[in-house]
């Protein structure tokens, strides 16, 4: 199947990226997770495999809801195809990948109590998936090590730069039809990205991908007339 094999290509390249090794992948109910090839390659390395209950979306709750936080803010809503929207779409993720899981601090939920009708919840302290995965101590001492030299090596600063400019190429194909745009590659200025960041508390005036064009009325405007000048003309 191919879509079996895109899977199969993916969860390769998730088990060499990741620091420490895969122990059990969770899929939903779609025939290109759930199909014997992708099964029996994860059975073979060791990878658990498990599945949401049909018709239980709230299951994957915790992976779809990073389709608002993360990719929706990053890419929007504009429709992109072919395979240089393709090919920016992978250079904005790889930068991504390393700037939300490093450098990018978010609240975790440690406990719900339900009083009544409320519900009171508490939250750990912003850290980065990086420092929770550190702190944990079933991590092996080896991941613990990788993971330390991976974030010395890696500069937020550049990672914000590919970031903008894979944006910047994305919102002009979405601006323009796949078929006018070029494919082109725009290299990301890393000392202009960080000469910006003096005025970036006023935050950034970024353009709609569609722009607004002002109504225009296609139709005639209806007449009305009143009641009584209604009876009149009639009398």
């Keep these: 199947m191919r879509e079996s094999a895109f899977v199969l290509e993916a969860i ?7 620091p420490f090794p895969v ?24 990878i658990e495999v498990t599945r ?4 239980k979306k ?7 809801q990073k389709n608002g936080a993360v990719v929706r803010r990053l890419v929007g809503y504009g429709r992109l195809s072919g395979l240089p929207a393709a090919q920016t779409l992978t250079r904005l993720y790889a930068a991504s990948r390393l700037h939300v899981n490093l450098f990018q601090p978010s609240f975790k939920l440690r406990s719900k109590t339900r009083i009544g009708a409320q519900v009171k919840k508490r939250y750990d302290g912003p850290k980065t998936p990086c420092d929770r995965a550190l702190v944990d101590a079933r991590l092996d001492p080896l991941c613990r090590r990788r993971l330390i030299a991976m974030r010395a090596r890696v500069d937020p ?11 910047s190429n ?6 323009r039809r796949p078929s006018l745009c070029p494919p082109k590659r725009e290299n990301c200025d890393v000392d202009r990205f960080a000469a910006s960041l003096g005025a970036a508390w006023r935050g950034e005036a970024r353009p709609p991908h569609q722009g607004k064009r002002p109504y225009v009325r296609r139709q005639p405007w209806p007449e009305r007339t009143c009641a009584k000048h209604a009876e009149r003309i009639r009398a």
Excluded at 12 to 18: G, H, V
Excluded at 29 to 36: G, H, I, K, Y
Excluded at 58 to 64: G, S, W
Excluded at 157 to 167: C, F, H, K, N
């Design 12 to 18: 390769k390249q998730l088990d060499a990226l990741l």
């Design 23 to 46: 122990r059990g992948l969770d899929f939903d109910n779609d025939s290109a997770f759930m199909n014997e090839e992708v099964v029996s390659y994860c059975r073979s390395v060791g």
């Design 52 to 55: 949401s209950r049909a018709y």
């Design 58 to 64: 709230n299951d994957q709750a915790h992976v779809e």
């Design 157 to 167: 600063v550049a990672l914000m730069a590919e970031i903008r400019a894979a944006q």
């Design 170 to 175: 994305l919102g002009e194909r979405i601006a």
